[in-house]
T-cell receptor, first 114, second 117 residues
Framework: DTEVTQTPKHLVMGMTNKKSLKCEQH?????MYWYKQKAKKPPELMFV???????INESVPSRFSPECPNSSLLNLHLHALQPEDSALYLC?????????????FGPGTRLLVL | AQSVTQPDIHITVSEGASLELRCNYS??????LFWYVQSPGQGLQLLLK??????LVQGIKGFEAEFKRSQSSFNLRKPSVHWSDAAEYFC???????????????FGRGTSLIVHP
């Protein structure tokens, strides 16, 4: 099973709302990632978790708050977002940090901020 | 720093025709190279990858890619395109980032494949 699941598929939120995106994998992977993808652009790395610890934050604004409660689950908490944050948010996982990793991507959550 | 160039923004082919999507990379060490495909509104699916060994790599859905170190290229090919292959294709090079030793793909801008019936 090489599946990464993401919920919800779609999310509409106002600029004052608080919402969360969820990502789950049951492949025993120990590295998990959040990406942001705008239309017609490649994915941009936001965060990397290695063994449930945040290892990379690509200078993401604090209105995005990641959380990794356990090795299978990754959340992205959203608060006071801006319309320009509307995008497809992709989660990915890989076996472990280190050499020869292959990332497996989820289907994404399409976020619209009004 | 590593980078990936996909020189073609769009490629149009007829169904049944052969396909080649170009990818050039820049990386100081031995590259880890990937091709991903993304259908509209979907996540990325790994087509194939190259880490070492045979420079001709076979992937899913009938795709293959050839690593040419002398040309810093990793072009994707398919002998006969199907209408369902219409999608966005991303080439990526895996680069070591962070103190934790994570290899993170740096993506090219993507090539949009249009298939005519």
């Amino acid at each position: 099973d090489t599946e990464v699941t993401q919920t919800p598929k779609h999310l509409v939120m106002g600029m004052t709302n608080k919402k969360s995106l969820k990502c789950e994998q049951h492949m025993g992977h120990r590295a998990m990632y959040w990406y942001k993808q705008k239309a017609k652009k490649p994915p941009e790395l936001m965060f990397v978790y290695s063994y449930e610890k945040l290892s990379i934050n690509e200078s993401v604004p604090s209105r995005f708050s990641p959380e990794c409660p356990n090795s299978s689950l990754l959340n992205l908490h959203l608060h006071a977002l801006q319309p320009e944050d509307s995008a497809l948010y992709l989660c990915a996982s890989s076996q472990a940090p280190g050499v020869q990793e292959t990332q497996y991507f989820g289907p994404g959550t399409r976020l619209l901020v009004l | 720093a590593q980078s990936v160039t996909q020189p073609d923004i769009h490629i149009t082919v007829s169904e049944g025709a052969s396909l080649e999507l170009r990818c050039n990379y820049s990386y100081g060490a031995t590259p880890y190279l990937f091709w991903y495909v993304q259908s509209p509104g979907q996540g990325l699916q790994l087509l194939l990858k190259y880490f070492s060994g045979d420079t001709l790599v076979q992937g899913i859905k009938g795709f293959e890619a050839e690593f040419k170190r002398s040309q810093s290229s990793f072009n994707l090919r398919k002998p006969s395109v199907h209408w369902s292959d219409a999608a966005e294709y991303f080439c990526a090079v895996g680069a070591l980032l962070g103190a934790g030793g994570s290899y993170i793909p740096t993506f090219g801008r993507g090539t949009s494949l249009i298939v005519h019936p």
